[in-house]
Nanobody, 125 residues
Framework: QLQLVESGGGLVQPGGSLRLSCAAS????????IGWFRQAPGKEREGLSC????????YYTDSVKGRFTISRDNAKSSVYLQMNSLKPEDTGVYYC??????????????????WGKGTMVTVSS
């Protein structure tokens, strides 16, 4: 069974850091573009960052640019999201998702093929 599993969420104070992980099971991640999405309470899910499968291409939405860093370790079938300088508005459920349709990664919720179940991040003092 193909699965993505997120981990690393938790409670952190404003200005703090967290590192999220997205691990694949049942398939090799190296052929897939991976995106990180967030759904804040009462809001629609939004795309944050993505990384392409082979080309060293990454994309960040403006709200996280300069604070978040996406990376991947294909040998471990894992993708990471390092989140620094966290703000209360970063609170939400974080999901990773995979697709292999495009030449480069695209943050399109409707176009993702596999989703994890999410990990909760709470930024609060």
């Amino acid at each position: 069974q193909l699965q993505l599993v997120e981990s690393g969420g938790g409670l952190v104070q404003p200005g703090g850091s967290l590192r999220l992980s997205c691990a694949a099971s049942g398939f090799a991640l190296d052929n897939w573009h991976i995106g990180w999405f967030r759904q804040a309470p009462g809001k629609e899910r939004e795309g944050l960052s993505c990384i392409s499968s082979k080309d060293p291409y990454t994309y960040y939405t403006d709200s996280v640019k300069g604070r978040f860093t996406i990376s991947r370790d294909n040998a471990k079938s894992s993708v990471y999201l390092q989140m620094n300088s966290l703000k209360p508005e970063d609170t939400g459920v974080y999901y990773c998702a995979a697709e292999a349709r495009n030449r480069l990664c695209v943050l399109d919720s409707d176009g993702m093929d596999y989703w994890g179940k999410g990990t909760m991040v709470t930024v609060s003092s």
